[in-house]
């Protein structure tokens, strides 16, 4: 395990990532979710293109939530093509926005976003082979069990990177 100061962590290459890709009704959606370990949590940075944008309305949804699901596959049907994600990820059993999942929403500036959080929620073992999933619009952290986020339109499954 790192241990690192949390400014200096995009010195090191991630111990996993997630390559993002839209679905068939977003496909120019695409990014990269990487993980750090370090001695005191994982840092989660979120690098995403291609996101939904009305450049004709300013106020559009520029906001899109992503969660950490339990599911390995981004497979799914004609009415949800992640469908198999399954829920969020969430080991003890919380009530959302509690959920290990849970993660910040991403904040599109013309289709593009970058976040970057600190968690102790996981550990980079924790979640390797699990599905990260954007969905449409905004998580209220209210709504149970998911946050009224609207449907998936981006997934990538974590994969560890052999260092």
């Known amino acids: 395990m790192r241990k690192i100061l949390i400014t200096r ?18 496909p120019n959606i695409n990014g990269t979710i990487s993980f750090w370990q370090t001695q005191n949590g994982v840092v989660v940075m979120a690098d995403v293109n291609g996101l939904p944008y009305n450049a004709e309305n300013i106020c559009s949804n520029s ?23 399954g829920a969020h990820y969430n080991p ?55 946050g009224n986020a609207g449907v998936k339109i981006a997934c990538g499954i974590i994969k560890r990177i052999n260092s």
């Open 63 to 85: 906001i899109f939530a992503m969660h950490i699901h339990e599911g390995c596959s981004c497979s799914g049907n004609n009415e949800d093509p992640f469908a198999d994600v």
């Open 92 to 146: 003890h059993n919380c009530m959302h926005p509690a959920h290990a999942g849970d993660l910040p929403p991403l904040f599109s500036n013309k289709g593009e976003a970058w976040m970057a959080v600190f968690t102790d929620r996981f550990s980079v073992n924790d979640v390797i082979g699990r599905a990260v999933i954007i969905h449409l619009h905004y998580d209220d952290f209210m709504t149970q069990p998911s």
């Open 9 to 26: 962590i995009f010195d090191y290459p991630p111990d996993a990532v997630a390559e993002v890709k839209g679905s068939a009704s977003y």
